[in-house]
C-alpha cells in the first residue's frame, strides 16, 4: 500500500508507547485490507454487526487518528510534524473506508468536534500529500440547512482549497450569522465565520508571489484570522468551584480546526507552485505570468517536485531523467521546464511514443502556453516532402520515428533548439518488459 519512501516518512513519525513504528506502514495495510474484505463481505447484507476483530480495527485507527492528529494540532513545532500528519490522516481514511456507500449525514462543524474526512483533508495538506488531500475532500459532504449556511461555506471552502481549486474558494460568498439560535450558537457561527475569512485570505496567499503588508497592497495574514479564533475560543471564568484553580470555557471545535488551518497556512506556502523563483536567463516578468496560469490548476508542487527543482532542474543546461508512477507528477515537472525553454526563446521537441499521445500532450501544452502566444504544433503535417524546408515552431509534439526522419533530412531544421522531452522513453525501447513505472527524459540536445 506504500511505496519505500511513504513507508519512511510513517517510521519517522512521533513513537508513542506500545507502537512498532517499524511495523505501522504495514500495519495500516493489514487494516485497509481487513476493512475491504469485510465490506465485500457484508455487501448488501445490512445490519450486520462488525467482527470483535474488525471493531478493534476500527478502533485502533480511530485511536492512532486521534494520537497524531494532536500532535499536529498542539505541538506545530516539531520537526516530524509531517510524518505525524501523514500517519493520522492515513489512519483517518482508512476508518472512513468503513463507511463508504453508507447512508452517512453532512459533515459537520459544531461546538465540541469537527469531521473526520474534514480533519484528514487537512492533514494530508500539512504531510505534502496533495493528491491524497484531494481525494480524501472528495468525502466532505456540505449540508443544506439554512441554519448551518456558515458552516456549509467553511466547509465548501474547505473542500474546494483541498482540491486545488484555489480561485473558487474565493468566490465562496461570505453568509450573514444565522438568527434564531441559541447564543451559544451564534457564538460558534461567529467564530467559524472567521475561519472562513482566513481560509479565503489563505487561498490568495497560496496563489500570490510574495507575502506584502497590508499597507503595501497586501492582504491580512491568515494566520491573524486562525489565531483570533484561538484566543476567542478559550475564556477563562471565575474560580466557580472555590478551589483556587482556573476555570476554562472552550469551544473545542473552532479551537481545533483553528489549529489545524494554522498548520496548512505553515506548512504548505512552501509547496506554492506560484513562489518558484524565475530560472537563470528568465525575467520575473516573463516567469511570473506563465506559473500563475500553471497555479490555476497545478497550485500545489509536491516533495519530489520541490526536490527536483531544488538540485538544479529548471537550469539551463540541465538534463534529467525522472521516474514517477503514474499520477506522480510528470507533467507539472515536464511543463516548468518547457516554460524555461521557451522563455529563453528556445525551441522544444517533445517525443511521445504514440499518435495518442501525440495529440493529447500537444492539447495539454497548448492548454498552459497558447495564452502566452506560443506556438505548440501537434506534429508534422504528413504531406511535408523531403524538398520541402521545414521551420520548427517553438514546440513541437511528435513521434521519435518522424523526428528521426526529419532530423536525417533537415538537421538544419533543429539548430535553435534548446530542449527536447521524451515521454515515455521505455515503451520506444521494444524491450518487451512492461515497465512499473513511467519516465520522463528532459534535458538539451
Same mark, same amino acid.
Given at each position: 500500500?506504500?511505496?519505500?519512501?511513504?513507508?519512511?516518512?510513517?517510521?519517522?513519525?512521533?513513537?508513542?508507547?506500545?507502537?512498532?513504528?517499524?511495523?505501522?506502514?504495514?500495519?495500516?495495510?493489514?487494516?485497509?485490507?481487513?476493512?475491504?474484505?469485510?465490506?465485500?463481505?457484508?455487501?448488501?447484507?445490512?445490519?450486520?454487526?462488525?467482527?470483535?476483530?474488525?471493531?478493534?480495527?476500527?478502533?485502533?485507527?480511530?485511536?492512532?487518528?486521534?494520537?497524531?492528529?494532536?500532535?499536529?494540532?498542539?505541538?506545530?513545532?516539531?520537526?516530524?510534524?509531517?510524518?505525524?500528519?501523514?500517519?493520522?490522516?492515513?489512519a483517518h481514511q482508512?476508518?472512513?473506508?468503513?463507511?463508504?456507500?453508507?447512508?452517512?449525514?453532512?459533515?459537520?462543524?459544531?461546538?465540541?468536534?469537527?469531521?473526520?474526512?474534514?480533519?484528514?483533508?487537512?492533514?494530508?495538506?500539512?504531510?505534502?500529500?496533495?493528491?491524497?488531500?484531494?481525494?480524501?475532500?472528495?468525502?466532505?459532504s456540505i449540508p443544506?440547512?439554512?441554519?448551518?449556511?456558515?458552516?456549509?461555506?467553511?466547509?465548501?471552502?474547505?473542500?474546494?482549497?483541498?482540491?486545488?481549486?484555489?480561485?473558487?474558494?474565493?468566490?465562496?460568498?461570505?453568509?450573514?450569522?444565522?438568527?434564531?439560535?441559541?447564543?451559544?450558537?451564534?457564538?460558534?457561527?461567529?467564530?467559524?465565520?472567521?475561519?472562513?475569512?482566513?481560509?479565503?485570505?489563505?487561498?490568495?496567499?497560496?496563489?500570490?508571489?510574495?507575502?506584502?503588508?497590508?499597507? *503595501?497592497?497586501?492582504?491580512? =495574514?491568515?494566520? #491573524?484570522? $486562525? @489565531?483570533?479564533?484561538?484566543?476567542?475560543? /478559550? +475564556?477563562?471564568?471565575? !474560580?466557580?468551584?472555590?478551589?483556587?484553580?482556573?476555570?476554562?470555557?472552550?469551544?473545542?471545535?473552532?479551537?481545533?480546526?483553528?489549529?489545524?488551518?494554522?498548520?496548512?497556512?505553515?506548512?504548505?506556502?512552501?509547496?506554492?507552485?506560484?513562489?518558484?523563483?524565475?530560472?537563470?536567463?528568465?525575467?520575473?516578468?516573463?516567469?511570473?505570468?506563465?506559473?500563475?496560469?500553471?497555479?490555476?490548476?497545478?497550485?500545489?508542487?509536491?516533495?519530489?517536485?520541490?526536490?527536483?527543482?531544488?538540485?538544479?532542474?529548471?537550469?539551463?543546461?540541465?538534463?534529467?531523467?525522472?521516474?514517477?508512477?503514474?499520477?506522480?507528477?510528470?507533467?507539472?515537472?515536464?511543463?516548468?521546464?518547457?516554460?524555461?525553454?521557451?522563455?529563453?526563446?528556445?525551441?522544444?521537441?517533445?517525443?511521445?511514443?504514440?499518435?495518442?499521445?501525440? *495529440?493529447?500532450?500537444?492539447? =495539454?501544452?497548448? #492548454?498552459? $502556453? @497558447?495564452?502566452?502566444?506560443?506556438?505548440? /504544433? +501537434?506534429?508534422?503535417? !504528413?504531406?511535408?516532402?523531403?524538398?520541402?524546408?521545414?521551420?520548427?515552431?517553438?514546440?513541437?509534439?511528435?513521434?521519435?520515428?518522424?523526428?528521426?526522419?526529419?532530423?536525417?533530412?533537415?538537421?538544419?531544421a533543429f539548430a535553435?533548439?534548446?530542449?527536447?522531452?521524451?515521454?515515455?522513453?521505455?515503451?520506444?525501447?521494444?524491450?518487451?518488459?512492461?515497465?512499473?513505472?513511467?519516465?520522463?527524459?528532459?534535458?538539451?540536445?
Open positions: 500500500m506504500f511505496d519505500p519512501i511513504t513507508a519512511a516518512i510513517i517510521a519517522s513519525s512521533p513513537r508513542l508507547s506500545g507502537l512498532d513504528l517499524e511495523q505501522l506502514p504495514k500495519r495500516l495495510t493489514q487494516a485497509f485490507a481487513e476493512i475491504v474484505a469485510a465490506r465485500i463481505q457484508f455487501r448488501g447484507q445490512p445490519g450486520i454487526e462488525a467482527s470483535e476483530s474488525l471493531s478493534r480495527t476500527l478502533l485502533e485507527m480511530r485511536r492512532l487518528a486521534a494520537a497524531y492528529e494532536s500532535y499536529v494540532a498542539l505541538l506545530p513545532d516539531r520537526e516530524n510534524r509531517s510524518a505525524a500528519a501523514f500517519v493520522a490522516a492515513s482508512v476508518y472512513l473506508l468503513s463507511t463508504a456507500n453508507l447512508d452517512r449525514p453532512a459533515s459537520y462543524l459544531d461546538g465540541a468536534s469537527v469531521s473526520p474526512e474534514v480533519c484528514a483533508s487537512l492533514l494530508f495538506l500539512v504531510a505534502e500529500a496533495h493528491a491524497d488531500a484531494a481525494d480524501c475532500a472528495k468525502r466532505i443544506t440547512d439554512p441554519q448551518r449556511a456558515v458552516e456549509a461555506a467553511l466547509l465548501t471552502a474547505i473542500q474546494r482549497f483541498c482540491l486545488g481549486r484555489l480561485n473558487t474558494v474565493k468566490r465562496v460568498a461570505v453568509p450573514e450569522l444565522p438568527s434564531g439560535m441559541e447564543p451559544g450558537e451564534i457564538a460558534v457561527s461567529a467564530l467559524y465565520l472567521e475561519l472562513l475569512k482566513g481560509v479565503r485570505h489563505l487561498a490568495d496567499r497560496i496563489v500570490s508571489r510574495a507575502d506584502l503588508d497590508v499597507a *503595501d497592497g497586501g492582504i491580512e =495574514a491568515p494566520s #491573524s484570522f $486562525f @489565531n483570533r479564533v484561538k484566543q476567542l475560543s /478559550v +475564556g477563562q471564568l471565575e !474560580d466557580l468551584l472555590g478551589t483556587g484553580n482556573p476555570v476554562f470555557s472552550l469551544f473545542p471545535g473552532p479551537l481545533h480546526l483553528a489549529n489545524l488551518l494554522l498548520a496548512v497556512d505553515r506548512d504548505l506556502i512552501g509547496s506554492a507552485l506560484s513562489r518558484i523563483p524565475a530560472p537563470g536567463g528568465v525575467s520575473e516578468d516573463d516567469w511570473w505570468p506563465v506559473i500563475r496560469r500553471m497555479a490555476r490548476n497545478r497550485p500545489y508542487l509536491w516533495r519530489n517536485h520541490r526536490e527536483a527543482i531544488a538540485s538544479g532542474y529548471l537550469n539551463k543546461g540541465t538534463s534529467s531523467a525522472i521516474s514517477f508512477p503514474t499520477g506522480g507528477g510528470k507533467s507539472t515537472l515536464a511543463e516548468l521546464k518547457i516554460a524555461t525553454a521557451l522563455l529563453r526563446d528556445e525551441k522544444v521537441v517533445f517525443l511521445a511514443p504514440t499518435h495518442a499521445l501525440v *495529440d493529447q500532450t500537444a492539447r =495539454a501544452l497548448r #492548454s498552459t $502556453f @497558447n495564452a502566452f502566444e506560443f506556438d505548440i /504544433v +501537434g506534429d508534422i503535417d !504528413d504531406d511535408v516532402t523531403f524538398s520541402e524546408i521545414v521551420v520548427l515552431p517553438e514546440a513541437i509534439v511528435t513521434t521519435p520515428e518522424r523526428c528521426l526522419m526529419l532530423l536525417t533530412t533537415q538537421p538544419e535553435d533548439l534548446g530542449l527536447v522531452v521524451f515521454d515515455e522513453c521505455l515503451a520506444s525501447q521494444g524491450c518487451g518488459e512492461k515497465p512499473t513505472r513511467r519516465r520522463c527524459h528532459v534535458g538539451r540536445p
